[in-house]
């Protein structure tokens, strides 16, 4: 049974930081782990995805802020993020693109503010 599982949003002053994780269970030769996230109003965008040799990407608004790292024993992406700002607030989903999966979780939401 496929299970993405994601944990870690709740709510942050501006500035502070957050770390998510998205447990990945019975998904096979995973090839990719991704982060994005979607904002009220506004369409779902990239925050950073990692490949299985461990290339990475980050969206715009992540860069220099965000860490995108990969458990490979646990099938876990995390994305930890730093310094954030109100304008981070969304709902973030991870995403999973295995043999036998390609899909999303949840999502969990972020929310920055004083």
């Known amino acids: 049974q496929v299970q993405l599982v994601e944990s870690g949003g709740g709510l942050v002053q501006p500035g502070g930081s957050l770390r998510l994780s998205c447990a990945a269970s019975g998904i096979i030769n995973i090839a990719y782990m991704g982060w994005h996230r979607q904002a009220p109003g506004k369409e779902r965008e990239l925050v950073a995805r990692i490949l299985a040799g461990g290339s990475v990407l980050y969206g715009d608004s992540a860069k220099g802020r965000f860490i995108i790292s990969r458990d490979n024993a646990k099938n876990t992406p995390h994305l930890q993020m730093n310094s954030l700002k109100p304008d981070d607030t969304a709902v973030y989903y991870c995403?999973?693109?295995?043999?036998?999966?390609?899909?999303w979780g949840q999502g969990t939401q972020v929310t920055v503010s004083s």
């Open positions: 995403n999973v693109v295995g043999s036998n999966f390609s899909g």
